[in-house]
């Protein structure tokens, strides 16, 4: 029996979720993973929580969702794009979690 899902940035319901699945499309998961872009011009200014680059910063979920990470704040870090391919990236993932802990003190938590 196919369930109906919410998505989580256009709010329109959708089939078939999969794995953990909270968008209906690509497009809304960029729009959402976007959402949180610092331009210095806008006087809006959130600097990377890593490096303090503070041009342009994106949401980094510590526990991925894929792996049930929540969209709580204590799994939320502001990363530019470097730092965020770098935490992204299985190479890198144990030492730049470390380092998220020991700059901000936040751990991740996994949704229930």
Known sequence: MKTKNICKECK???NEKRHNQIFCCGKCKQNYNNLIVSKKRWGNVKPCEL???NKITQRHHIIK??????????NIVLLC?????MADTSY?????????????GKK?????
């Open 12 to 14: 329109k319901s959708f």
């Open 51 to 53: 490096c303090g680059f």
């Open 65 to 74: 969702q894929l792996a049930f990470g929540s969209d709580d704040e204590e």
């Open 81 to 85: 794009p470097n730092c965020h391919v």
């Open 92 to 104: 890198y993932e144990k030492d730049m979690r470390n380092l998220i802990f020991k700059k901000t």
């Open 108 to 112: 991740g938590k996994e949704e229930r």
